[in-house]
């Protein structure tokens, strides 16, 4: 009984951290950066959208902070959020750990379409839809694969995944090949090494809804992803429609993670990472996990992207930061697990 | 009935390949005498034996046709040519003044500067020149007995450096095909023009040099130091305020504008157009607080024979050309037209029209 | 009647069927045993029972009412299902586990309740495992677990219990508390209860009805005692057996012995399905 006591105090402390981290990370954010700001200034100018303040500072200051800064952080945050919540998610129905929410294609798709669009010398927002369209195509097509008579076994999605993923990557590596070298080619490249550089309020007013939908959609779901965790039979006797609610979780994920890519770019291992972060915190209880994943992955994803765009005057491709936190990362986890993902 | 049409698909195959054996082997090449042959030593310092007639030159060197037709050198006698160089081609002067280059090949071309060997031996070219980093690719073309050339495309760090190197790739084009003095020609009037340039910019103090941004594309992406662009930006008498990045590296709008430039010089890589960041109708960026665009002082490069930007010879112009951007007071005596007119006289043994000048100096956009 | 099954029978695709024309019935508190040889159908039989398998002739029935017409969730209210094994990549804890159990009752968006926790809780309670309670489900014994998975069927507050041989990798003293469990839980919840087995002594000590299916397919249901008798059990196992009594005070308890001469006379190989009994 103590035990449970201490294990509550815990709790509550952990989930006061888990709501600060990403509120004081967004803020700790908009103070940094390449053009300097003093910390008075900064904070007097985000104050002055609340408070009437006499502006103290320069026009370019506001504009650095709420124009540059504020879009960017806002997009890195939700980029976090939802590729870790769609990981944690597929994690779960998948029940597998080593899951990332490119399995089913739809990163390779939406790298695809985004390469397309640039090729055919489209504008931002043509690239952008074509990347979500293709991202969701991908997913689509693995799923026709992977249909017979039986419903669709895990097992057949996940080759069916593998199939689409690789015939996009291959797609991809053919828009690159036609591709002009010195006009295109650098584009589509840096394109898909991921990065937030170009974000603005108008890439978050159509790439954020898909996003909010598909997060809150597995949140709602977040304590039956629990059960659908279980063996197919185990959770159908437990009176669930596995088929459907795979379905759902699918869905769900996969207009997150196009959505995603499209906004900026493959940004690979926080889908896969960050959801062992929260289990190590929180435990493997999705009721918890989920949101936990939503605050540790926001805040991550946030922290790279600011080192990403602040640490040097050339901005770093965010995939590579990702992978290169990312990988050491995971190798230290299983070597405190053993590979058992406690 | 599959069956048989396999087996048919199968003999038609064997038939065909048979065939190609039978084919009798093409006459074997007379074994070059020392008359034929001579020695060139490229960018590697490799000696390379090449014939002494070369007829068919294959390029993967994107400037290469320019500085080609600068030495005189026949369009018929590259047989083929990077992609890229042949875009430069059409969209240029070349097509028009050297139409004959336009019928090289560029399918030889596998991906990026990979060739694919097979349709390289169909040109069945003398000499091929290839870029010094390349080297594993231009040895896999000397294994087929081809001689390979390795140029450095001004990466020799610095602005001597890039100098040299441009230099060096006129002298061994001029050696390979056989017109050293027009090279030498060349060479020695440029470093004149440069050195004439180079004593104006000397006089201008430094407090008065204006902070240079470089756009590369339009994704912010710029050349840092040890690029040929700083060359040319310092050559002008500016002060690239990317010189602390390596290579063509991308940048955020932020440190554009802690940077903030004076002056902006929009590369042919991007259809951006000054009044586009003028008017800054760029998606996800914010140009207006920038010093360069509340002066309106934003220009697109010239585009002649060749982009004025990368490593080639009409970079002479665009130091000209930058120079009066950079310091319109100082160098008001500059009549860009003029001297574009007789750069391409004396360099190009091209009479421009009017037409012609404004479309280099994309007259409607500066 | 709580659970009728009438002239089922049951293939996969395209092949010939496991076990046809079976039938029989529970009621409220009654135990029914399946017995029968390695691949004659029992785990399939009882997965056609809560509709995770289809019938391909004849039917089920839940209280009256076809189970395939009702809804997937009103099946899991209903009955409740123990697996042989469970085995999660997440290491949940036992009571994460056992509030699974409430699912059919929980709406698609809702999670459980104070309430819910509260009815996990008291089934963990009922089996005398709350110690367990806050551990992860894999870090306990194997006995501990089939307690966990019989607390998380119970959760659902169900009307009947599908048992998968519920007594298979215990030790002796665990396959006897499973076994009293079960029949109290018969007697004092009056929930009906179905469970397959391979020890015909466990359907003899604690069943009122038995089931015996043979590899052929067909089927033999009756009281127990009228069931599991030496010859019944020779023709469905191919062996000899001696069923004899066993005084404990007032109690006399059969068991079954197996003669092992001539075991393997009568070509009775391993018939297949070893693997997947």
């Not at chain 1, 959208?49 to 939700?78: D, G, K, N, S």
């Not at chain 3, 809702?110 to 806050?134: F, Q, R, T």
């Amino acid at each position: 009984m103590k035990r449970a006591v201490e294990k509550k105090g815990v709790n509550i402390a952990l989930i006061v951290a888990l709501v600060a981290l990403p509120i004081i990370a967004l803020f700790a954010s908009l103070t940094l950066g390449r053009y300097e700001i003093s910390l008075g200034s900064a904070f007097s100018i985000l104050t002055s959208r609340i408070l009437p303040i006499e502006p103290t500072w320069t026009e370019i200051e506001e504009t650095v902070v709420f124009q540059i800064r504020l879009p960017r952080v806002l997009m890195a945050m939700l980029a976090g959020a939802g590729l870790s919540i769609a990981g944690a998610s597929f994690q779960g129905l998948f029940q597998n750990p080593l899951v990332s929410p490119g399995i089913l294609g739809v990163s390779a798709g939406a790298g695809f379409g985004a390469a397309l669009g640039i090729l055919i010398g489209g504008p931002a927002a043509i690239i952008q839809l074509f990347a979500f369209a293709f991202g969701i195509t991908a997913v689509v097509g693995a799923y026709m694969i992977s249909r017979t008579r039986m419903g669709s076994s895990l097992l057949m999605l996940v080759l069916a995944g593998m199939i689409i993923g690789a015939f996009f990557t291959a797609l991809i590596s053919l828009v690159k090949y036609v591709a002009d070298p010195e006009e295109q080619l650098p584009t589509i490249v840096f394109w898909l090494m991921g990065s937030m550089a170009g974000a603005s309020y108008k890439d978050l007013l159509w790439g954020a809804p898909p996003i909010f939908i598909g997060s809150s959609i597995l949140l709602l779901l977040r304590w039956r992803i629990n059960v659908l965790s279980l063996s197919e039979e185990e959770a159908q006797s437990l009176g669930i429609n596995v088929q459907w609610l795979r379905w759902i979780v699918i869905i769900a994920s996969t207009m997150i993670t196009a959505a995603v890519v499209s906004l900026c770019g493959i940004v690979g291992w926080i889908g896969l990472v960050i959801p062992h972060v929260g289990r190590m915190l929180v435990g493997p209880n999705h009721k918890v996990l989920l949101p936990a994943c939503v605050s540790i992955g926001a805040s991550y994803l946030l922290l790279v992207d600011n080192v990403a765009r602040a640490a040097t005057a050339a901005e770093i491709p965010i995939s590579i930061l990702t992978a290169l936190i990312g990988a050491p990362f995971f190798v230290y986890l299983l070597r405190r697990t053993g590979g058992k993902w406690a | 009935m599959k069956k048989k049409g396999l087996l048919v698909l199968l003999a038609s195959l064997l038939a065909i390949s048979l065939l190609a054996i039978g084919c009798p082997p093409p006459a074997p090449a007379p074994e070059p005498t020392a008359e034929e042959t001579h020695i060139v030593i490229d960018m590697r310092g490799r000696a390379v034996e090449l014939p002494r007639d070369i007829n068919r030159a294959v390029t993967l060197l994107i400037p290469q046709p320019s500085i080609a037709h600068a030495l005189g050198i026949s369009g018929e006698r590259i047989v083929g040519m990077h992609p890229t160089s042949m875009r430069a081609v059409k969209r240029g002067l070349l097509w028009k003044i050297a139409p004959e280059m336009t019928l090289a090949d560029t399918g030889f071309v596998a991906e990026g500067w990979t060739v694919s060997i097979e349709e390289l031996l169909k040109l069945r070219p003398d000499v091929v020149f290839q870029w010094c980093h390349w080297i594993e690719e231009a040895e896999r073309i000397e294994a087929m007995g081809i001689p390979v050339i390795v140029i450095s495309g001004g990466w020799t760090p610095g602005p001597e450096g890039t100098h040299r190197d441009l230099e060096e790739w006129v002298r061994i084009t001029g050696e390979v095909f056989g017109k050293r003095e027009r090279a030498a020609e060349i060479i020695a009037r440029q470093r004149e023009i440069l050195e004439r340039i180079g004593e104006r910019t000397a006089k201008i103090l430094d407090e008065d040099r204006p902070r240079v941004y470089f756009m590369f594309t339009d994704s912010l992406q710029t050349a840092g130091g040890d690029t040929h662009m700083q060359f040319w930006i310092e050559g002008a008498g500016g002060i690239n305020v990317a010189t602390e990045i390596s290579g063509y590296t991308h940048v955020g709008m932020e440190q554009i504008l802690a940077w903030n430039p004076e002056v902006i010089f929009i590369s042919n890589r991007t259809d951006i157009m000054p009044e586009d960041i003028l008017q800054n109708r760029i998606e996800g960026q914010d140009w207006r607080h920038v010093d360069a665009v509340i002066n309106g002082r934003v220009y697109k490069i010239p585009h002649g024979v060749f982009h004025w930007s990368p490593p080639n010879l009409e970079r002479v112009l665009l130091v000209k050309w930058a120079m009066q951007k950079n310091f319109p007071e100082v160098f008001a005596d500059f009549d860009m037209r003029q001297i574009v007119r007789e750069f391409y006289r004396e360099f190009f043994e091209h009479e421009l029209t009017d037409e012609e000048v404004r479309t280099i100096l994309h007259y409607d956009n500066n | 009647m709580i659970i009728e099954v009438k002239n089922a029978e049951f293939g996969y695709d395209g092949r010939g069927s496991v076990f046809e024309d079976v039938g029989f019935s529970v009621g409220e508190g009654e135990i029914l045993s399946i017995l029968g040889p390695n691949g004659c159908g029992k785990t399939t039989l009882l997965k056609c029972i809560n509709a995770l398998l289809k019938l391909r002739k004849g039917e089920v029935l839940i209280e009256g009412k076809r189970v395939n017409s009702l809804r997937k969730s009103d099946v899991g209210k209903k009955i409740g299902y123990v697996p042989q094994s469970h085995g999660s990549t997440f290491p949940y804890s036992v009571l994460e586990i056992v509030l699974m159990g409430r699912a059919p009752h929980l709406g698609l968006f809702s999670s459980p309740s104070a309430k819910d926790v509260e009815i996990a809780k008291e089934a963990i309670e009922m089996l005398g495992i709350s110690h367990l309670m806050n551990r992860p489900y894999s870090q306990t014994s194997g006995g501990e677990a089939q307690l966990v998975l019989i607390a998380r069927a119970l959760a659902a507050e169900p009307i009947a219990l599908l048992l998968d041989e519920p007594t298979s990798h215990l030790d002796l003293k665990n396959q006897m508390v499973i076994l009293s469990f079960l029949e109290k839980l018969g007697e004092n919840e009056g929930i009906a209860i179905i469970m397959t087995t391979h020890f015909p002594d466990h359907a003899l000590s604690i069943s009122h009805k038995a089931l015996l299916l043979s590899n052929k397919g067909n089927g033999m249901v009756g009281n127990t005692g009228d069931v599991i008798t030496e010859d019944n059990l020779r023709d469905i196992f191919g062996l000899d057996v001696r069923i004899i009594s066993v005084k404990d005070g007032e109690n006399s308890i059969k068991t079954v012995v197996p003669l092992r001469k001539g075991s393997f006379d009568r070509k009775q190989k391993l018939k297949g399905g070893i693997y997947n009994s």
